[in-house]
């Protein structure tokens, strides 16, 4: 398929030297979309999702922290059409734990050989690429979860309850600075840095898109990436 990408920076004020730094590096000319002085994660999240271009197929939004590699949005685009066209892609996928421990227990295996995981989950926000038709409907159902901080959480609720797929690039096409705290109170930096990286000085174009594919829909790293049937949960 033909894809026409959007990109949207999701900022705070407190990153404006990161925000600089993306703009130097990104081979495009993204919007930036910055905290309104509220510190609400999802206010921001929402107004960024829904910035899009209107032409767009797919609109990207990344997060003032990440750090890319050479040509992102060329390799983005590359990889989206690569990928079913309704489906997101998380171009992070973080070292966090209890997620990757429950792989593990799962006794399942990323050989080599990938290039894509599945899940039904966006367990990281650093950086998404959702297809626009999606945007507003998914936002709307979102806007309801008031008990959910994290914009990233309410989007994958969304995923799992509409069983979307999303694609993961393996290795992720970005990563956190490790070096920048969390603006999420108690996170700091512990834990902020992708599985697997391509590298800041690769080109993403030169991800192969064509590898294999690990199937993770069904890991559920803790009781707020369960199926509403095995969780308590209002919404």
């Known amino acids: 398929m033909s894809v026409v990408l959007s990109v949207v920076i999701m900022a705070h004020p407190k990153r404006e030297r990161l925000v600089n730094r993306l703009l130097t590096r990104l081979d495009a000319k993204p919007k930036v979309v910055w905290d309104d002085g509220t510190n609400n994660r999802w206010v921001t ?3 960024a999702l829904l910035a899009h271009n209107k032409r767009a197929t797919h609109h990207l939004v990344i997060q003032d922290d990440a750090i890319v590699p050479v040509d992102l949005i060329a390799g983005v685009t590359r990889a989206l059409a690569f990928i079913p066209p309704r489906s997101p892609m998380c171009l992070y996928a973080g070292s966090t734990g209890k997620f990757w421990r429950a792989v593990e227990n799962n006794r399942m295996s990323v ?4 290039s894509w995981l599945l899940m039904n989950q966006l367990h990281w926000g650093v950086a998404i690429a959702f297809p626009t038709p999606l945007i507003k409907p998914m936002v709307t159902w979102c806007d309801q979860l008031t008990h959910v901080d994290n914009w990233d959480k309410r989007l994958s609720r969304w995923t799992e309850r509409h069983n979307v797929r999303v694609w993961y690039p393996w290795p992720s096409l970005v990563d956190h600075d490790i070096r920048t705290p969390s603006l999420v109170p108690g996170r700091g930096t512990k834990g902020r840095r992708a599985k ?3 590298g800041a000085t690769a080109r993403s174009v030169d991800f192969d898109v064509s590898g294999g594919i690990v199937d993770l829909r069904g890991v559920h790293a803790d009781p707020e990436t369960l199926p509403r049937s095995k969780r308590r949960d209002p919404v």
């Open 45 to 47: 999240g929402r107004r």
């Open 111 to 114: 050989p080599d050989s990938t």
């Open 196 to 198: 697997r990286f391509i």
